[in-house]
């Protein structure tokens, strides 16, 4: 993973060579391993690319590469599948060597087209003057852009700025395919054309995605000076994943077990359905794909193999290479009982288990502040930490209720559901207490920024929850009590994308009730089309800006094309209460999984869970724009630091 960024400029006179510091600051937290600036000059254009490194995989390639021919290439992502790469190779080098390699834009885009796992990139081809970018069709991976006026500049970068006036002016790149700027001819015409290449499946059609037809809803949101136009020559990627079944039962659709409705669900409601032959079969085959969907986000990164065996053997001294967002719900413990089976026995697994106060605790504590040593500004002081640990022991000292938020009952309860199934694993538990006043002094000085563009309420909440939840600073709570915990994980796993695909939200409950089957298809379709820009940039930004790697098993390509390979009713059956009949398959796979009491629990979003809606006010809708989000001014970002 990494914070990349390329600044273009067309007028030499206003270009400046280095980075601003707020966003230079921004992006080396997302890569802390290697950061790296390389300028390339034309008597037309100058380009600034700007790379930093998270290293988890092959050998440390600090970025921007590039080769004697004058190419550059930035890449933030992860090649999981489609393109061979060894345990001991680096996936960036192997994807600029095989761009170096590329004859014309067909080779380009066949290439992107065999990439599976998540990747947004930046590619500088000399020889046409050409500037190539684009995120996955999904849009896993954050990329932005921002055209100063009059077309003199533009910048595309994972992250935007902090500073006041320039923060909001920053857009989300659309995961629609893949752009290219003729850098040349936009320095004789005063005006950028972006090509797209879209992203289609080649089933003989001649419609190219739908995204197509909204280019004018992309070129709306862009300066005058900006056009966005299909490429003359209509080639395009061809799509990862297999199109919905949108498929309607012949028969009148019913409940499986018409007895299931009139009574509360149990276990052994779920073990009906598993009593016939095909439902299993189905079940089982999503167990595999998704498991191997884990398995490659767990397996890709580096882990202390070279141990001597008595080393090994003290598990209690081993760090967690890997962490879970943790609530107890169904898609974090299928997510956590799949990474169990994958992960080395004598490697820990954290659960990040985040839970909000509503009023602040006073009760002064003495805590050690001992922290590492803060290098430069753009760290988060060691005392921040101190803070948060102070505060969540003023609340253990009081009564635990003050963190006791649904999720984090369901949270422990889970925890004993992992224990049971495998006893032999150390699961680090971690409270994660967040207090209002630290809700409201870091969403001013670290989140806001890195939820824009999005600006509602509800990314507000799920923003901020994300962000304590994956900075993993909490309390390790065993037996024995609770101690200060930082996780040390770089991957942290994410169960996004059950709810949109499986119908696990409640508005797909009220689509289908309004409009049955054909509803709730068009509706899933829809979740599935918007995620990129309703919430994986966002997710993206806010995780990666504690120098970790968000990973999305349940949005691997092949988990994506078996569930829309099958028909709505195989997926969900809404007919039922809840707690069932959303996201019916993984509630059956958790049951195949050995879970329990987790497979029956209802879908509860992030932001109730964790108790941050309402926190600050009680009379907002989750769709209102969000005052607290407003970006503030650098000025006042150094005093708050």
Not at 9 to 25: A, G, Q, T
Not at 82 to 93: F, L, P, R, S, Y
Not at 318 to 345: E, Q, T
Request: net charge neutral; with cysteine; glycine share 6%.
């Amino acid at each position: 993973m990494c914070g990349i960024c390329c600044a273009v400029s067309f007028s030499v006179e206003h270009f400046s060579r280095d980075l601003k510091e707020d966003l230079l600051c921004n992006l080396k937290r997302r890569g802390p391993n290697s950061s790296k600036q390389l300028l390339r000059s034309s008597v037309n254009y100058q380009c600034l690319f700007s790379g930093h490194v998270l290293h988890l995989r092959g050998v440390l390639t600090a970025q921007p590469v590039e080769d004697e021919r004058g190419n550059v290439f930035l890449w933030n992502g992860e090649v999981f599948s489609g393109i061979k790469v060894e345990a001991e190779e680096n996936d960036t080098q192997i994807m600029f060597h095989y761009l170096c390699s590329c004859k014309n834009e067909s080779d380009i885009l066949s290439l992107f087209s065999k990439v599976q796992g998540p990747w947004s990139f930046v590619y500088y081809q000399a020889s046409s003057h050409s500037l190539w970018f684009g995120r996955d069709f999904l849009g896993r991976r954050s990329l932005l852009w921002h055209f100063s006026d009059l077309g003199k500049s533009f910048w595309l970068s994972s992250v935007g700025t902090q500073a006041c006036g320039v923060a909001h002016q920053w857009q989300e790149v659309p995961a629609s395919g893949i752009f290219r700027i003729d850098l040349k001819s936009v320095s004789i015409s005063q005006s950028v054309v972006l090509k797209l290449y879209p992203w289609k499946y080649n089933s003989g059609g001649d419609d190219i995605r739908e995204c197509v037809n909204s280019l004018t809803e992309i070129s709306a949101a862009l300066p005058t000076f900006v056009f966005v136009s299909v490429n003359e020559a209509k080639l395009y990627l061809k799509e990862p994943v297999v199109p919905l079944n949108k498929a309607l039962p012949q028969a009148a659709f019913e409940t499986h077990c018409s007895s299931i409705s009139r009574s509360p669900p149990t276990r052994e409601t779920l073990r009906v359905f598993l009593t016939d032959g095909h439902t299993r079969e189905v079940v089982q085959q999503f167990i595999g794909v998704l498991s191997v969907a884990v398995k490659r986000r767990v397996l890709c990164l580096p882990r202390d193999e070279n141990l001597a065996p008595s080393e090994v053997l003290k598990t209690s001294n081993r760090k967690a290479n890997v962490a879970v967002l943790f609530s107890g719900g169904i898609d974090s413990m299928v997510i956590a009982a799949l990474a169990d089976h994958h992960i080395p026995l004598d490697e820990p697994i954290d659960l990040l288990n985040v839970a909000f106060m509503t009023k602040e605790n006073t009760v002064p504590v003495n805590f050690n502040k001992k922290g590492r040593k803060q290098k430069n500004h753009c760290e988060i002081p060691s005392e921040e930490f101190s803070k948060s640990a102070a505060a969540a022991a003023a609340a253990a000292a009081s009564p635990r209720e003050r963190f006791n938020v649904p999720d984090r009952v369901t949270g422990r309860a889970g925890l004993k559901e992992l224990q049971a199934a495998n006893p032999s694993r150390i699961w680090n538990f971690v409270e994660i207490n967040v207090s209002l006043e630290e809700l409201q002094r870091l969403r001013t000085t670290r989140i806001s920024h890195l939820i824009q563009p999005l600006d509602t309420v509800l990314d507000d909440s799920i923003g901020c929850a994300v962000w304590f939840a994956s900075r993993g600073a909490g309390w390790l709570v065993t037996q024995d009590g609770a101690q200060p915990y930082q996780s040390s994980a770089k991957v942290v796993l994410t169960g996004i994308g059950a709810d949109e695909q499986l119908a696990g939200y409640s508005r797909h409950r009220v689509r289908f009730l309004a409009h049955g089957l054909e509803g709730l298809n068009k509706e899933i379709e829809m979740e599935l089309g918007r995620i990129s820009s309703r919430n994986l940039g966002r997710d993206d930004r806010v995780i990666s800006d504690h120098g970790k790697e968000a990973r999305f098993p349940f949005l691997d390509e092949n988990v994506v094309s078996f569930l829309n390979s099958l028909p709505v009713w195989e997926k969900a059956n809404l007919t039922l209460p809840r707690g069932i009949g959303e996201k019916l398959i993984l509630r059956l796979a958790a049951v195949e999984l050995g879970l329990t009491a987790s497979a029956l629990l209802p879908k509860r979003a992030m932001q109730f869970g964790s108790r941050i809606a309402k926190m600050e006010k009680n009379n907002e809708k989750a769709s209102d724009k969000c005052g607290r989000l407003q970006i503030i001014s650098l000025e006042n970002l150094s005093v708050e630091n």
